[in-house]
């Protein structure tokens, strides 16, 4: 019997099974009664929810009758999978008022879905569920309920979970420092990551991993530079997922030697490090290389997903050069990618932002689907040409397709009305914004607004809305004020205004200039100087670039 059965040991225990081939070996269960045993239809049922069949999966659930807590968690874990939470959940709740109760693997899955769908109620309620039945303070449990907080940027209650675990085992470190930083706070991740190592705790490569991706801000420089050392006297260089949290940590610290450095001492690097790395170029104005890496990737057999296509598209729309992004388009349309909605909306902003709008809007009318983000970008790009009529009729085409308006839109919307002076409309629209769709206004929408009101000479009203806003009030707000009341002569406001936005702690440079400047026409020379002297680098501002594009062959024909 052993014998017989060998060869179907030996396709059960594959990590995976094409469909075919697992609707065969359903109906060879089928046929020698096996599908009764919970280990043969467990097997089976992971099999079609890698196939993403999870009718047949729960078909064959429904089917088996002992239901073991491997099949409930294997068909749990399939519905969660796929983003159906509400199967998810509704199963989890049939589950707990049947024979077989949950495990902590159980736990550890619903948890999960419940971060991924962001719903901070059902998972305190779950948590309530795991300490009721005796594994909330479980290990696999713990590091779920950790990184569920987290994702949420729920970090306190993260803490106290890990505070609570008598003995937390490497996984449960792992999960709050990859918390930390998931929250923003390096910081505490990295001092940490020194208790851990206080406490005779030996750090794996995912504990690099949570902490380098953690690193930001290019002011952490030396900090990575640091961790990257440990990394070295460790042995952890070898580390293929170290090393791409390494390219794409000194690429978005535009460090592109070192990415470049680490980059070359990876003998596989995957999809996710090459587009670190490409984007890194892209983004720091370097398109040629960016391109050049973009061939080799796609040479060494990787081909782009739509979410480099779409930031390599971006990164040209910032730096406003439309040679690298119409040869980015041409890669779209050899590769089919043309049909992606995320990349033909990148398309039309890039033509949009490179002053080539009837472009965009050639890309916009062929493609076969759209969304808010499509509408978004042909918005703001009528906007950005000064075509205030063609951008309302095109907000009122969206709403008319059943497309729902997100900030993005309201931003574009406003943004349009301050190019073209037109003050009523933009209050209709920041009204609109609020009561009709019930969108909270960000910062920037206050700054369009203000600037709105400011630069029609209503300058009195601008200041009273800014007042209105709760402390601290933003410095991007205070600067648009600012810039205002410079503009228009108001010398009186102006002061004022400086004087609030120097207490504000993150005076960017642009408005310390502007400031100064009041201040040496006012004839207060010694606070002009006091404030040049205390910014580091002296008075700059960032130069203006003009770049002319000659004549030069392609770099991309992959």
């Not at 993403?52 to 969660?80: C, G, K, M």
């Not at 406003?320 to 040869?327: D, K, N």
């Not at 779209?332 to 909306?345: K, N, P, Q, T």
């Not at 499509?374 to 009528?382: D, E, H, M, R």
């Amino acid at each position: 019997m052993s014998i017989q059965f060998r060869p179907l040991l030996f396709e059960l225990s594959r990590l995976h099974q094409s469909l075919s081939k697992t609707q065969q070996l359903h109906a060879f269960i089928t046929k020698t009664h096996l599908s009764y045993d919970p280990f043969y239809a467990t097997r089976i049922l992971r099999f079609y929810a890698i196939n993403d069949d999870l009718i047949s999966a729960r078909n064959l659930f429904d089917e088996t009758p002992h239901q073991s807590v491997y099949l409930w968690n294997s068909l749990i874990r399939a519905y969660a999978r796929v983003h159906n939470f509400n199967g998810a959940f509704s199963l989890f709740n049939r589950m707990l008022s049947s024979e077989t109760k949950p495990d902590n693997f159980t736990f550890a899955c619903i948890l999960r879905a419940c971060a991924e769908n962001f719903d901070l109620e059902r998972l305190r309620l779950v948590h309530g569920g795991a300490v009721v039945s005796g594994l909330g303070w479980d290990s696999i449990t713990s590091s779920a309920l950790v990184t569920a907080y987290s994702k949420l940027g729920l970090v306190d209650e993260a803490s106290m979970v890990f505070n609570a675990a008598v003995e937390p085992d490497l996984v449960l470190w792992n999960s709050m420092v990859s918390g930390y930083g998931c929250c923003g706070y390096w910081d505490k991740g990295l001092t940490l990551f020194s208790v851990m190592r206080r406490m005779g705790k030996h750090p794996d490569g995912y504990t690099l991993v949570g902490l380098i991706s953690s690193l930001v801000d290019p002011n952490l420089l030396e900090i990575g530079q640091g961790v990257h050392g440990f990394c070295l006297k460790c042995g952890f260089d070898s580390n293929a997922h170290i090393g791409s949290v390494l390219v794409s940590m000194y690429s978005k610290f535009k460090c592109l030697d070192s990415a470049v450095r680490v980059f070359d001492s990876l003998s596989q690097p995957d999809l996710i490090t090459w587009s670190a790395l490409i984007t890194g170029f892209a983004q720091s104005g370097n398109s040629e290389k960016s391109l050049i890496f973009l061939k080799k990737m796609n040479m060494e057999g990787k081909r782009a997903d739509p979410i480099l296509v779409a930031s390599l598209l971006a990164a040209a729309a910032q730096l406003a050069i439309v040679g690298p992004g119409s040869e980015i388009h041409a890669y779209v349309l050899r590769h089919g990618f043309d049909s992606e909605i995320m990349v033909s909306s990148a398309l039309i902003d890039m033509y949009s932002k490179c002053g080539f709008l009837g472009l965009g809007i050639k890309v916009f009318e062929v493609m076969p689907e759209r969304n808010t983000v499509t509408y978004n970008s042909v918005i703001s790009g009528l906007g950005l040409h000064g075509l205030a009529s063609e951008t309302f009729k095109m907000f009122k085409e969206m709403l008319k397709m059943g497309f729902r308006p997100d900030e993005s839109t309201f931003s574009a919307l406003l943004c349009t009305c301050c190019h073209a002076g037109l003050v009523e409309d933009g209050r209709v629209y920041f009204r609109k914004m609020k009561e009709e769709f019930g969108i909270s206004p960000r910062i920037e929408h206050y700054v369009y607004l203000i600037k709105l009101l400011g630069m029609a000479g209503e300058l009195e009203e601008a200041y009273g809305l800014t007042l209105s806003l709760p402390e601290p009030v933003d410095s991007g707000v205070w600067g648009a004020l600012l810039w205002c009341c410079d503009a228009l002569g108001n010398h009186e406001m102006a002061k004022i205004v400086a004087q609030r936005l120097l207490e504000n702690k993150s005076v960017k440079s642009k408005d310390r200039v502007m400031i100064s400047k009041i201040y040496a026409g006012d004839g207060r020379w010694d606070d002009a100087t006091k404030l040049r002297d205390g910014m580091k680098g002296g008075m700059k501002k960032m130069p203006g670039i003009s770049r002319i594009e000659g004549d030069r062959s392609p770099l991309f024909k992959c």
